[in-house]
Protein backbone atom coordinates (compact mmCIF):
# COMPACT_ATOMS: atom_id res chain seq x y z
CA UNK A 1 0.00 0.00 0.00
CA UNK A 2 1.34 3.09 -0.88
CA UNK A 3 1.89 5.81 2.51
CA UNK A 4 -0.02 8.81 1.71
CA UNK A 5 2.09 11.81 1.83
CA UNK A 6 1.42 14.27 5.16
CA UNK A 7 1.16 17.53 4.40
CA UNK A 8 1.67 19.79 7.74
CA UNK A 9 0.91 23.02 8.63
CA UNK A 10 4.22 24.40 10.09
CA UNK A 11 7.00 26.87 8.85
CA UNK A 12 10.01 26.63 6.47
CA UNK A 13 12.98 28.64 7.02
CA UNK A 14 13.89 29.98 4.20
CA UNK A 15 10.37 28.95 2.06
CA UNK A 16 10.37 27.60 -0.93
CA UNK A 17 9.94 30.84 -2.49
CA UNK A 18 12.38 32.31 -1.23
CA UNK A 19 14.74 29.34 -2.33
CA UNK A 20 13.39 30.05 -5.44
CA UNK A 21 14.04 33.46 -6.24
CA UNK A 22 17.96 32.86 -6.26
CA UNK A 23 17.93 29.61 -8.21
CA UNK A 24 15.77 30.44 -10.80
CA UNK A 25 17.40 33.23 -12.38
CA UNK A 26 20.34 30.30 -12.58
CA UNK A 27 18.68 28.53 -15.13
CA UNK A 28 18.30 28.66 -18.96
CA UNK A 29 15.13 28.45 -19.10
CA UNK A 30 14.11 31.27 -16.81
CA UNK A 31 13.28 33.69 -19.68
CA UNK A 32 13.60 36.94 -16.75
CA UNK A 33 15.14 40.11 -17.73
CA UNK A 34 18.43 40.39 -15.16
CA UNK A 35 16.53 41.58 -12.36
CA UNK A 36 15.40 39.35 -8.98
CA UNK A 37 12.34 37.50 -9.32
CA UNK A 38 8.42 38.80 -7.98
CA UNK A 39 7.06 34.77 -7.02
CA UNK A 40 4.09 33.71 -6.18
CA UNK A 41 2.87 30.20 -5.70
CA UNK A 42 -0.20 29.61 -8.78
CA UNK A 43 -1.15 26.17 -8.12
CA UNK A 44 0.55 22.71 -8.97
CA UNK A 45 0.36 18.63 -6.72
CA UNK A 46 1.71 16.15 -5.21
CA UNK A 47 2.57 12.79 -5.67
CA UNK A 48 3.60 9.76 -2.81
CA UNK A 49 6.27 8.41 -2.36
CA UNK A 50 5.56 4.04 -2.22
CA UNK A 51 8.22 4.36 0.60
CA UNK A 52 6.73 7.45 2.70
CA UNK A 53 10.69 9.18 2.76
CA UNK A 54 10.55 12.01 0.26
CA UNK A 55 8.61 14.37 -1.02
CA UNK A 56 7.47 15.12 -4.08
CA UNK A 57 5.64 18.55 -5.46
CA UNK A 58 4.89 20.09 -8.60
CA UNK A 59 4.65 23.33 -8.29
CA UNK A 60 3.60 26.54 -10.27
CA UNK A 61 4.80 29.58 -9.73
CA UNK A 62 4.08 33.28 -11.34
CA UNK A 63 7.14 35.49 -11.55
CA UNK A 64 5.59 39.27 -11.99
CA UNK A 65 9.14 40.81 -12.29
CA UNK A 66 9.20 41.49 -15.85
CA UNK A 67 6.79 43.51 -18.63
CA UNK A 68 4.20 40.35 -18.42
CA UNK A 69 4.11 37.46 -15.74
CA UNK A 70 5.52 34.60 -16.60
CA UNK A 71 4.51 31.40 -15.11
CA UNK A 72 7.13 28.28 -14.50
CA UNK A 73 6.45 24.80 -13.70
CA UNK A 74 9.24 23.43 -11.07
CA UNK A 75 9.05 20.29 -9.78
CA UNK A 76 10.65 19.85 -6.47
CA UNK A 77 11.92 16.49 -4.43
CA UNK A 78 12.07 16.96 -0.88
CA UNK A 79 14.56 14.50 1.45
CA UNK A 80 15.78 14.46 4.92
CA UNK A 81 19.25 13.32 3.77
CA UNK A 82 21.63 14.55 0.44
CA UNK A 83 20.71 12.73 -2.25
CA UNK A 84 23.80 10.70 -3.72
CA UNK A 85 25.37 12.57 -6.24
CA UNK A 86 22.78 15.18 -6.57
CA UNK A 87 24.48 18.19 -5.87
CA UNK A 88 24.12 19.99 -8.89
CA UNK A 89 20.53 19.44 -8.12
CA UNK A 90 20.09 21.44 -4.87
CA UNK A 91 17.72 24.10 -5.02
CA UNK A 92 18.97 24.46 -1.25
CA UNK A 93 18.26 23.75 2.42
CA UNK A 94 15.20 24.71 4.32
CA UNK A 95 14.41 23.89 8.11
CA UNK A 96 11.35 22.34 8.64
CA UNK A 97 9.45 22.99 11.91
CA UNK A 98 8.23 19.30 12.24
CA UNK A 99 10.50 16.85 10.17
CA UNK A 100 13.93 19.61 10.62
CA UNK A 101 16.67 20.15 8.27
CA UNK A 102 15.49 19.01 4.39
CA UNK A 103 17.20 18.88 1.03
CA UNK A 104 14.96 20.30 -1.60
CA UNK A 105 16.75 19.16 -5.08
CA UNK A 106 15.25 19.94 -8.86
CA UNK A 107 12.86 16.95 -8.88
CA UNK A 108 13.50 15.95 -12.41
CA UNK A 109 17.41 14.39 -10.98
CA UNK A 110 15.57 12.57 -8.70
CA UNK A 111 14.62 9.12 -9.20
CA UNK A 112 11.95 8.54 -6.87
CA UNK A 113 10.24 11.95 -8.72
CA UNK A 114 11.04 10.18 -12.02
CA UNK A 115 9.24 7.11 -11.57
CA UNK A 116 6.04 8.57 -9.77
CA UNK A 117 5.59 10.76 -12.53
CA UNK A 118 5.86 8.05 -15.02
CA UNK A 119 3.63 6.25 -12.71
CA UNK A 120 1.02 9.07 -13.02
CA UNK A 121 1.38 9.32 -16.52
CA UNK A 122 0.56 5.64 -17.07
CA UNK A 123 -1.97 5.21 -15.28
CA UNK A 124 -0.42 3.32 -11.41
CA UNK A 125 -0.56 6.88 -9.78
CA UNK A 126 -2.82 9.36 -8.26
CA UNK A 127 -2.18 13.17 -7.93
CA UNK A 128 -2.48 14.53 -4.65
CA UNK A 129 -3.93 17.79 -3.55
CA UNK A 130 -0.52 20.66 -3.15
CA UNK A 131 -2.00 21.75 0.51
CA UNK A 132 -4.07 18.83 1.84
CA UNK A 133 -3.58 15.62 3.25
CA UNK A 134 -5.45 12.31 1.81
CA UNK A 135 -7.00 14.23 -1.24
CA UNK A 136 -6.65 13.33 -4.66
CA UNK A 137 -6.34 16.42 -6.97
CA UNK A 138 -9.03 15.94 -9.34
CA UNK A 139 -7.57 18.65 -12.03
CA UNK A 140 -4.93 16.80 -12.80
CA UNK A 141 -5.65 14.10 -15.68
CA UNK A 142 -2.82 12.40 -17.68
CA UNK A 143 -2.72 9.73 -20.76
CA UNK A 144 -0.19 7.33 -21.74
CA UNK A 145 -0.84 5.13 -25.24
CA UNK A 146 1.22 2.38 -24.80
CA UNK A 147 0.24 -0.26 -22.64
CA UNK A 148 3.20 -2.83 -22.57
CA UNK A 149 5.39 0.17 -21.72
CA UNK A 150 3.06 1.44 -19.02
CA UNK A 151 3.80 -2.25 -17.48
CA UNK A 152 7.96 -1.46 -17.78
CA UNK A 153 7.67 1.76 -16.03
CA UNK A 154 5.84 0.69 -13.01
CA UNK A 155 8.26 -0.50 -11.19
CA UNK A 156 9.47 1.93 -9.10
CA UNK A 157 13.09 4.14 -9.48
CA UNK A 158 14.86 0.42 -9.55
CA UNK A 159 13.28 -0.44 -12.82
CA UNK A 160 14.34 3.35 -14.47
CA UNK A 161 17.87 4.09 -15.69
CA UNK A 162 18.55 7.57 -16.08
CA UNK A 163 20.89 7.87 -19.19
CA UNK A 164 20.70 11.61 -19.59
CA UNK A 165 19.77 15.45 -18.04
CA UNK A 166 19.61 18.04 -20.68
CA UNK A 167 18.02 21.33 -19.58
CA UNK A 168 18.12 23.94 -21.76
CA UNK A 169 16.04 27.30 -22.85
CA UNK A 170 12.91 25.46 -23.92
CA UNK A 171 12.97 23.38 -20.64
CA UNK A 172 14.26 19.89 -19.27
CA UNK A 173 14.51 16.44 -21.13
CA UNK A 174 15.16 13.27 -18.94
CA UNK A 175 16.22 10.35 -21.22
CA UNK A 176 15.71 7.27 -19.30
CA UNK A 177 15.75 3.32 -20.50
CA UNK A 178 12.87 1.35 -18.96
CA UNK A 179 13.83 -2.36 -20.08
CA UNK A 180 16.99 -3.62 -22.80
CA UNK A 181 15.37 -2.45 -25.59
CA UNK A 182 13.42 0.74 -24.69
CA UNK A 183 14.07 4.16 -24.43
CA UNK A 184 11.64 7.03 -22.94
CA UNK A 185 11.91 11.15 -22.76
CA UNK A 186 10.42 12.52 -20.16
CA UNK A 187 10.41 16.63 -21.09
CA UNK A 188 9.56 18.77 -18.24
CA UNK A 189 7.28 22.29 -19.71
CA UNK A 190 9.13 24.46 -17.59
CA UNK A 191 7.41 28.05 -19.11
CA UNK A 192 3.79 27.12 -19.05
CA UNK A 193 1.61 27.93 -21.86
CA UNK A 194 -2.19 27.64 -21.44
CA UNK A 195 -3.54 24.91 -24.01
CA UNK A 196 -5.83 26.44 -26.22
CA UNK A 197 -9.67 24.92 -26.14
CA UNK A 198 -10.27 22.75 -28.40
CA UNK A 199 -6.98 22.47 -29.11
CA UNK A 200 -4.92 19.45 -30.33
CA UNK A 201 -3.92 16.31 -27.81
CA UNK A 202 -1.11 15.24 -28.38
CA UNK A 203 2.32 17.77 -29.03
CA UNK A 204 4.35 15.60 -31.70
CA UNK A 205 3.68 11.99 -33.63
CA UNK A 206 5.96 10.82 -31.06
CA UNK A 207 4.29 11.74 -27.82
CA UNK A 208 3.40 8.45 -25.98
CA UNK A 209 1.54 10.19 -22.90
CA UNK A 210 1.44 13.99 -20.55
CA UNK A 211 0.25 15.23 -17.52
CA UNK A 212 -1.90 18.76 -17.42
CA UNK A 213 -3.40 20.67 -15.03
CA UNK A 214 -4.72 23.87 -14.37
CA UNK A 215 -2.99 27.32 -12.66
CA UNK A 216 -3.74 30.50 -11.56
CA UNK A 217 -3.35 33.57 -13.90
CA UNK A 218 -2.52 36.78 -12.78
CA UNK A 219 -5.88 38.48 -13.55
CA UNK A 220 -7.63 35.48 -11.30
CA UNK A 221 -8.54 33.31 -13.93
CA UNK A 222 -7.11 29.90 -14.57
CA UNK A 223 -5.20 27.81 -17.36
CA UNK A 224 -5.02 24.35 -18.27
CA UNK A 225 -1.69 23.32 -20.08
CA UNK A 226 1.08 20.34 -20.17
CA UNK A 227 3.21 20.21 -17.12
CA UNK A 228 5.36 16.94 -18.73
CA UNK A 229 5.41 14.69 -21.60
CA UNK A 230 6.48 11.56 -22.55
CA UNK A 231 7.77 10.78 -26.21
CA UNK A 232 9.41 7.75 -27.45
CA UNK A 233 13.11 7.01 -27.97
CA UNK A 234 15.31 9.90 -27.50
CA UNK A 235 14.65 13.51 -27.73
CA UNK A 236 13.84 14.81 -31.09
CA UNK A 237 15.19 18.40 -30.43
CA UNK A 238 18.14 19.56 -27.85
CA UNK A 239 16.91 22.11 -25.28
CA UNK A 240 20.56 23.43 -24.93
Known amino acids: MTNMAVVHDTTL ?27 SKAGGFRLDDPDGEVGL ?10 DRPVTYHVPLSYRGAPLEGGERALVGNTEHGVLGRRWIYDGI ?4 MRAQLLALITGNAEAQDQNASDAVDPSVTASFSASGTAANVSGGPAAITLLDVVNGPRGTDALVAVDATRQLTLTLHRVLQPQPEGGPTSSGPAELGHVSTVWRLADGTTA ?5 TVHDGAPARTTA
Open 13 to 39: KPTKLELLTSWLPTQPWYVGAGGAPEL
Open 57 to 66: EFMAVTDASG
Open 109 to 112: HDPV
Open 224 to 228: RGRFA
